[in-house]
């Protein structure tokens, strides 16, 4: 799957480049929702991050000429997003840094479709829960991660932090969840050890 986004991602890059502005609707499409929960978690104001996404976009359309150039587009959208944030911080608020243990994020979601996958809606709820109840940093990284698709390293540069911390970040995250499956599952679905 991840090898036809980066195709089709390739194909927006070259359309851009020949300006259409439907490449440029469809790239907003699919990744608008994302950048808005990054600028929402460093700025904490939705309108504001509204426009922080929509001067990302603008940007990228000023520069679509060079945009076939990029290597990483998604990268690329992200950095562009965590760096507009932080200047309107530092111009705004005169903070020089965000704190990364006071983001807020928007409450995670699983989408009812994911329902037949699990063992059950209650389960989904409590997966929910768990990862809504995760500590901001912990949350934005498995948000980043698994529903945003970076990679760990990729994660790691934008937040300025190490691998290591995001490793052990999404260990927190992860025996959170597997904790929340285990307890959940009815006796017959658990494999015993022999």
């Known amino acids: 799957m991840k090898l036809q986004i980066n195709a089709n991602i390739l194909q927006l890059q070259a359309e ?35 426009e922080i996404v929509a001067d990302v976009f603008i940007r990228v359309w000023q520069k679509r000429e060079r945009i076939a150039g990029i290597e990483n587009l998604i990268w690329y959208l992200y950095v562009a997003t965590k760096h507009i944030s932080l200047n309107y911080l530092r111009k705004e608020r005169r903070q020089k840094h965000f704190d990364i243990d006071s983001v807020i994020l928007p409450y995670y979601v699983i989408e009812p479709s994911a329902v037949n996958n699990l063992a059950g809606a209650e389960l989904l709820k409590q997966v929910t829960k768990v990862i809504n109840n995760l500590p901001p940093r912990c949350r934005l990284i498995f948000k980043l991660i698994k529903e945003d698709g970076l990679s760990h390293k990729e994660v790691a540069r934008l937040l300025n932090l190490s691998i290591k911390t995001v490793e052990s970040q999404m260990g927190i995250a992860l025996k959170k969840l597997y904790a929340t499956i285990q307890v959940n599952m009815p006796p017959h679905a658990v494999k015993q050890k022999r």
Request: net charge neutral; hydrophobic share 55%.
């Open 16 to 50: 851009l480049a020949a300006g259409s502005q439907l490449a440029l609707k469809q790239l907003y499409d699919a990744f608008g929702e994302r950048l808005l929960h990054l600028a929402f978690a460093i700025i904490h104001n939705k309108s504001l991050a509204e």
